[in-house]
C-alpha cells in the first residue's frame, strides 16, 4: 500500500475510533455516574415524569409503565393522548420483566423509591438509570430533565426547555398579588389528605410561581398525611387541593364539621382544587407547562377567588 494511502486510512481510523469516544453519554444518578457508549435510542420508562421528559425531548418510549396493576390509576389525562400505541410495561408499581425485556431496551428509567427493591433485575435486561421522580422536588426534577437529556443525546434539546420554562414561571409570576398570604397544599383522596410541604414537587412549584408554601419538610418528609385537626392547626389562609373527579374526596365528608367552616381560607373563599392526577403525577416539562397556565386561570396567583372547574365545592 503506497505510504500516503496508509496514512489516509490511519488517520480515518483515529477519526472513527475518536467518533466513537466522544459518543460516549454520562449522567449524574441517584446510584452514582451512568455512562453509555452511546445515545440511548431504545428507552424503558418506569414512571410517568420519564415519559413526559422523554417525548418532551422528542424521544418516544419503546415501552412505559402505563398499566393500571397494583392499583394504579395509568397515565395522567395530559398525557393519555401522547402515549397512544406505546407498549405497557406493566405499572409504576408492578413492572412487566417480559415486556421490558422483550422491548430490547438500551437504556431503563427507574425511581428510587417505588424500584428501590427491583432496580437490580431491570439492570440485568438493560442499563439502568434510577431517579428520585417520586418525592423530588422542582429543582431536582429539572435536573432529571437534563440528566435525561445527556443519556438520550438530547442535552442540548433538555436544556432549551428548562430555558422556556423558566421564561414561563417569570411570566407567571407577573400575575403573582405582592405579599399574598400563605397557602397549604394536599393530595385528597377518599380516605386521606397528603400535605405537600415546600420540599414537595408541587409545593415547591406552587413557591417557584411566586407564592409562599406555609409548610415546611417535617422529619425528612416532603408529604405526609394529616386530619382535620391538623388542617385547622395550621389554618391555612389559602387552600389548594389535588382531588380526582372520579372520586369523592374526604373533604367533602370534612366540609360537614363546624370545623371545617373555622378554616380562614374557607372563610375567605380560598379553596382551589387542580386534577391531581396532572398536576402530581406527570411531574414533567409538559405537565409544568399545563400547571403554569392552570395558576394563572384559576386566579390562585392573583390571590382572587377560584372560578370555573378550579373552584372546590363539597
Known amino acids: 500500500m503506497p505510504r500516503n494511502s496508509s496514512r489516509l486510512v490511519s488517520a480515518l481510523l483515529v477519526a472513527a475510533l475518536g467518533s466513537v469516544t466522544a459518543a460516549a453519554v454520562t449522567a449524574q444518578t441517584e446510584r452514582g455516574a451512568l455512562t453509555l457508549p452511546s445515545p440511548a435510542r431504545r428507552v424503558v420508562a418506569l414512571e410517568y415524569s420519564f415519559v413526559d421528559t422523554l417525548l418532551a425531548l422528542g424521544v418516544r418510549p419503546v415501552a412505559a409503565a402505563l398499566g393500571t396493576q397494583g392499583g394504579d390509576r395509568g397515565a395522567p389525562p395530559y398525557l393519555r393522548g401522547k402515549v397512544s400505541g406505546i407498549p405497557q410495561a406493566g405499572s409504576r408499581a408492578q413492572p412487566s420483566l417480559e415486556t421490558i425485556a422483550a422491548a ?29 421522580s417520586r418525592r423530588a422536588n422542582l429543582d431536582e426534577l429539572n435536573d432529571q430533565t437534563l440528566q435525561i437529556g445527556r443519556l438520550v443525546g438530547r442535552e ?54 411566586g407564592r409562599r408554601n406555609a409548610v415546611p419538610v417535617r422529619d425528612g418528609q416532603t408529604q405526609y398525611e394529616t386530619s382535620l385537626e391538623g388542617l385547622v392547626a395550621l389554618d391555612p389562609q389559602t387552600l389548594v387541593l389535588f382531588t380526582a373527579p372520579d372520586e369523592k374526596p374526604i373533604t367533602d365528608t370534612w366540609a360537614r364539621n363546624p370545623l371545617w367552616q373555622k378554616l380562614s381560607a374557607v372563610q375567605r373563599g380560598r379553596v382551589y382544587t387542580f386534577d391531581r392526577d396532572d398536576w402530581t403525577r406527570g411531574r414533567g416539562p409538559t405537565a409544568l407547562k399545563l400547571m403554569i397556565a392552570q395558576t394563572i386561570q384559576s386566579r390562585f396567583l392573583q390571590d382572587a377567588a377560584p372560578n370555573g372547574p378550579f373552584k372546590y365545592q363539597p
Open 156 to 209: 442540548a434539546a433538555a436544556r432549551q426547555l428548562l430555558a422556556d420554562q423558566k421564561s414561563l414561571i417569570q411570566k407567571a409570576r407577573a400575575f403573582t398579588k405582592k405579599n399574598a398570604p400563605t397557602f397549604v397544599a394536599g393530595v385528597v383522596t377518599p380516605t386521606s389528605f397528603t400535605v405537600h410541604t415546600q420540599g414537595s414537587f408541587a409545593g415547591s412549584f406552587l413557591e417557584a410561581v
Open 104 to 132: 430490547r431496551p438500551d437504556l431503563i428509567l427507574a425511581d428510587a423509591l417505588i424500584h428501590k427493591d427491583s432496580a437490580a433485575s431491570f439492570s440485568r435486561l438493560a442499563p439502568t438509570g434510577v431517579f428520585a
